[in-house]
């Protein structure tokens, strides 16, 4: 078997999502070292995938870096103007709000939220289910 | 950018057997309304995470994707399904909990001419089945 018939079936069990995050590194690696547009969405995917990796990897050795200074001169800093530390980096970096509606992006989190809200209300408003038969037989 | 969506799917989610639908695999990305929401804004709802897909197909289709939406009702904690005919056009399914966070997986099939229009939410958090409920029978 040949490497491009190993990935190739990497990738299809990537795709799959049967993969385990090792098979993924892997795989990631071997997108990034070739140049074959077979594995072009792959390496469009891995690739951001590890951008993500690489800046908390990058933001923990900065942190380790500067641990003890910047710590030290927040906590003079915060008692000097009367204010508590707050660290607002977590929780943060999981923020997502975004919609992908027929090939359009949106990030209109008033309109999305609205929208989340409405179909959250669809399914959990309590309408029982000889509601839905109903509602299902006047809509046919 | 439909892949950069698709890519930041939760990890909990991967072990549905509707996953595939959610990555564009049964319905192209170009195809559907995708919402994924995750962090603070859910959390009115008790919920961390929140991703969405809507989209029009034909019977055939909603059957394929029925058929993957009742393999994780079976193999579910909790499930309520309701079929009108032969598909699958209700059902709220509660998969076992991964990592103590509460999932759920919600489907509906709604008849357009001779299509079907499908919506599936799969959410992640802390919030019981009652929880849900009581927040929005209110409203």
């Known amino acids: 078997m040949t490497d491009k018939e190993k990935y190739t079936a990497l990738m299809q069990r990537y795709w799959e999502a049967e993969t385990t995050p090792e098979e993924e590194r892997e795989l990631a690696r071997y997108a990034a070292r070739v140049d074959d547009p077979d594995f072009e969405e792959i390496r469009g995917v891995l690739g951001y995938l590890s951008i993500g990796r690489e800046k908390k990897a990058r933001r923990a050795r900065t942190v380790r870096m500067y641990s003890f200074a910047v710590?030290?001169?927040?906590?003079?800093?915060?008692v000097a103007i009367g204010l508590n530390i707050k660290t607002t980096e977590t929780g943060h970096q999981?923020?997502?709000?975004?919609?992908?509606s027929y090939g359009e992006i949106s990030n209109n989190n008033e309109q999305i939220m609205s929208s989340v809200e409405s179909s959250l209300a669809e399914f959990f408003a309590g309408s029982s289910i000889a509601d839905n038969n109903l509602r299902e037989i006047f809509q046919r | 950018m439909a892949l950069l969506l698709i890519a930041s799917t939760s990890w909990a989610q991967k072990g549905l057997n509707c996953y595939p639908v959610f990555r564009g695999k049964v319905v192209p990305a170009k195809r559907m309304v995708v919402t994924e929401v995750r962090g603070e804004s859910m959390a009115t709802y008790k919920l961390d995470y929140y991703h969405s897909v809507q989209f029009q197909v034909d019977e055939a289709t909603a059957m394929k994707v029925a058929e993957l939406i009742l393999a994780d009702a079976d193999a579910a904690e909790s499930a309520e399904t309701e079929r009108t005919g032969e598909l699958l056009t209700y059902a709220l399914i509660q998969p076992t909990p991964f990592a103590r966070v509460r999932r759920?997986?919600?489907y509906q099939a709604r008849p357009a001419g001779p299509a079907w229009i499908i919506t599936i939410l799969y959410l992640e958090g802390s919030a019981t089945l009652e929880d849900l409920r009581s927040m929005f029978e209110k409203q």
């Open chain 1, 71 to 78: 710590v030290a001169a927040s906590i003079v800093a915060a």
């Open chain 1, 94 to 100: 999981d923020e997502l709000c975004v919609r992908y």
């Open chain 2, 104 to 106: 759920y997986l919600c």
